[in-house]
């Protein structure tokens, strides 16, 4: 069953409630980000960013924005439990994943592992085990749910998606020979559908730009772009232009050392035809 709503509508999620707040509050008051800067002595964009979930901020300006406010110690608790929230990290992703069904185009840059729009059902469950998940009922509804994701690319109409695969992606393979044989066919295949176009960045194209962050950009239906960047231990939705804007000239010199689309096809083509004569798998 889908979780209850809360009967505001607004997020149940600590750290998301508390952007919800600050925004709300601030239309009842009737003021601009800037207008509430001056009134507080705050730069304004630290405002904006705390409404759109990128900062808590610190416990002073919850302090100074329920005195403004005249909320109590409203914000300051919300503050607090926004603080050691655990499933932050959750729900930005819940929501990129919501625009990613939106999204017209997609780009993408992976530098180490298989993008989750293009794993086989063995490598997703791989990565999740990876990740912590136990074999049983949530480990098997989070690959199914990882399945069910990949039908954005094969749908009618689905988005233009173009990842471009450090070389790396590649060179870790999963324990099982078959079942990475299997992984590499399907990147294949889905190379050649007329929405998709993989690009492998070499080995000897040396240190470039994004080297260690997972990016996506999400070209949406209104004509704005936002971005998803990612590192082992979090992820942040930029949906700001300029903050959005630096990390697409990354990409666009990322994509200047990649292998052409043909040249990325023979590279994944010659990998399958040496994967047979891969050493025995080590258990």
Same mark, same amino acid.
């Given at each position: *069953? =889908? =979780?209850?709503?809360?009967?505001?509508?607004? %997020?149940?999620?600590?750290?998301?409630?508390?952007?919800?707040?600050?925004?709300?509050?601030?239309?009842?008051?009737?003021?601009?980000?800037?207008?509430? /800067?001056?009134?507080?002595?705050?730069?304004? %964009?630290?405002?904006? @960013?705390?409404?759109?979930?990128?900062?808590?901020? %610190? =416990? !002073?300006?919850?302090?100074?924005?329920?005195?403004?406010?005249?909320?109590?110690?409203?914000?300051?608790?919300?503050?607090?439990?926004?603080?050691?929230?655990?499933?932050?990290?959750? !729900?930005?992703?819940?929501?990129?994943?919501?625009? $990613?069904?939106?999204?017209?185009?997609?780009?993408?840059?992976?530098?180490? #592992?298989?993008?989750?729009?293009?794993?086989?059902?063995?490598?997703?469950?791989? *990565?999740?085990?990876?990740?912590?998940?136990?074999?049983?009922?949530?480990?098997?509804?989070? #690959? !199914?749910?990882? *399945?069910?994701?990949?039908?954005?690319?094969?749908?009618?109409?689905?988005?233009?998606?173009?990842?471009?695969?450090?070389?790396?992606?590649?060179?870790?393979?999963?324990?099982?020979? $078959? +079942?990475?044989?299997?992984?590499?066919?399907?990147?294949? !295949?889905?190379?050649?559908?007329?929405? #998709?176009?993989?690009?492998?960045?070499?080995?000897?194209?040396?240190?470039? +730009?994004?080297?260690?962050?997972?990016?996506?950009?999400?070209?949406?239906?209104? /004509?704005?772009?936002?971005?998803?960047?990612?590192? /082992?231990?979090?992820? @942040?939705?930029?949906?700001?232009?300029? /903050?959005?804007?630096?990390?697409?000239? %990354?990409?666009?010199?990322?994509?200047?050392?990649?292998?052409?689309?043909? $040249?990325?096809?023979?590279?994944?083509?010659?990998?399958? +035809?040496?994967?047979?004569?891969? =050493?025995?798998?080590?258990?």
């Amino acid at each position: *069953m =889908p =979780p209850r709503r809360a009967i505001t509508g607004r %997020s149940q999620e600590p750290r998301q409630r508390f952007a919800d707040e600050l925004r709300l509050l601030r239309a009842t008051k009737g003021e601009s980000l800037r207008q509430l /800067g001056a009134a507080l002595g705050w730069d304004w %964009s630290l405002f904006g @960013k705390m409404e759109s979930g990128q900062t808590i901020g %610190s =416990p !002073e300006v919850a302090q100074a924005l329920d005195q403004h406010y005249g909320t109590g110690d409203l914000l300051l608790t919300l503050w607090e439990l926004a603080a050691g929230d655990p499933t932050q990290f959750k !729900e930005r992703y819940r929501r990129y994943m919501a625009l $990613e069904t939106e999204a017209t185009g997609i780009q993408k840059y992976s530098p180490s #592992v298989v993008p989750g729009l293009l794993q086989t059902k063995a490598y997703a469950e791989r *990565m999740l085990i990876l990740g912590g998940f136990a074999p049983g009922a949530e480990l098997d509804q989070q #690959v !199914e749910a990882r *399945m069910n994701r990949r039908d954005v690319l094969s749908s009618d109409g689905g988005p233009q998606f173009r990842a471009i695969l450090d070389e790396a992606v590649f060179r870790r393979a999963l324990p099982d020979r $078959e +079942e990475w044989q299997k992984q590499l066919k399907h990147l294949n !295949e889905a190379a050649n559908q007329r929405n #998709v176009t993989l690009q492998v960045l070499p080995f000897a194209a040396g240190l470039c +730009e994004m080297s260690n962050t997972d990016t996506s950009f999400l070209r949406l239906s209104e /004509g704005r772009t936002v971005a998803w960047v990612e590192t /082992g231990y979090d992820g @942040k939705l930029v949906e700001e232009n300029a /903050g959005v804007e630096r990390l697409q000239f %990354s990409y666009d010199r990322l994509r200047d050392h990649a292998l052409s689309p043909r $040249e990325s096809a023979e590279f994944i083509q010659r990998l399958l +035809e040496e994967a047979p004569c891969l =050493p025995l798998d080590s258990k």
